[in-house]
């Protein structure tokens, strides 16, 4: 039974495999039209999601499966104190995967242990985010051509924002990938990343405040929404929420084919301008996220020959 808890549940070449797949599945849609026929995938979503839940909703069925779940906790035996370990059980009878999203940490893997059915972790609070990593690779390998020699900037909310500790976590397996953090003091990546996956793997990174100053460097920027469900108070948040703005102007300084990505929702931090730039990545990877999830649910339910 697999499991993916972590982006680094997959090897780099059972990565490199997925996206193959997911690159095929561009390319030849219809080929996949009927693989899963008969198949369940149940999404069990503790905390608000859109693009998430109902990107693997749509990579189900256009892989001719089907779909049941629950959006919230309160719809949920949640709501009656059901423990997530009593909900797995159930719902591996009902299902042949499932797709978990939860505001504590820890969650999915707690739900793994006892499960029957592959679990994806489709966000774990301020933890881990592995599918949307997944589909960040697949924009910029789509995009560059390469995960390697790259210098990606992830700016914005780098403490509490989970797509950015897995994309960390993925990248780093890569050549000659430099890191620029760009975030206020209060949002710096926990010590758990800069230390143990930064700084023990030698990894080539900075730290900094203002965007302005890096934006030349930058082959990829990464912008991220200051996560105001994990701030302890609300004063902090609205203190914190506009630090960085991206704008046209802002854009000027980039390089010609510096990419854009988010991986959605945005708030204030890029401004609509920018939506009309050639660079900017960020709906594209959203398509991208539909086309990985489909390889995802073929790889862990076995069915990934191309
Ligand atoms: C992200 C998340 O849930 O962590 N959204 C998503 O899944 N695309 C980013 C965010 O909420 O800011």
Same mark, same amino acid.
């Given at each position: 039974m697999r499991h993916l808890l972590?982006?680094?549940?997959?090897s780099v070449d059972e990565l490199d495999n997925l996206l193959d797949l997911a690159s095929d599945i561009e390319k030849n849609p219809e080929k996949y039209s009927?693989?899963? *026929? %008969?198949k369940k995938l149940a999404t069990l979503f503790y905390e608000p999601s859109t693009r998430t839940r109902l990107s693997f909703e749509s990579a189900m069925l256009s892989l001719g499966g089907s779909v049941l779940g629950f959006s919230s906790a309160d719809s949920s035996s949640a709501a009656k104190g059901e423990s997530v370990s009593d909900t797995i059980r159930i719902v591996s009878c009902y299902a042949d995967i499932c797709a978990m999203r939860h505001p504590k940490e820890g969650a999915p893997l707690v739900a793994a242990e006892k499960s029957n059915i592959p679990v994806i972790n489709a966000g774990d609070g301020g933890h881990q985010h592995p599918t949307q990593t997944l589909t960040d690779l697949m924009t910029i390998r789509s995009l *560059? %051509?390469?995960?390697?020699?790259i210098t990606i900037g992830l700016c914005g909310d780098?403490?509490?924002?989970r797509t950015v500790h897995s994309l960390i976590n993925a990248l780093?397996?890569?050549?000659?990938v430099k890191f620029v953090l760009i975030s206020p003091k209060e949002l710096r990546v926990p010590d758990y990343i800069r230390h143990d996956v930064l700084e023990e793997g030698n990894v080539e990174y900075k730290e900094v405040e203002k965007l302005d100053d890096v934006m030349s460097e930058l082959d990829i920027l990464y912008m991220t929404r200051?996560?105001?469900?994990?701030?302890?108070?609300e004063e902090e948040y609205i203190r914190l929420k506009d630090s960085y703005i991206l704008t046209k102007e802002k854009m000027n300084l980039a390089r010609k084919d510096m990419l854009v990505l988010h991986p959605l929702p945005r708030v204030n931090e890029i401004s609509v301008e920018v939506d009309d730039d050639e660079r900017a990545a960020y709906f594209k990877q959203v398509q991208y996220g539909v086309y990985v999830r489909m390889a995802l649910i073929l790889t862990l339910l076995g069915m990934e020959e191309i």
């Open positions: 972590s982006p680094l549940d997959l009927e693989r899963c *026929k %008969g *560059k %051509g390469s995960l390697s020699n780098l403490k509490f924002g780093v397996r890569y050549e000659n200051v996560q105001r469900e994990r701030f302890f108070n």
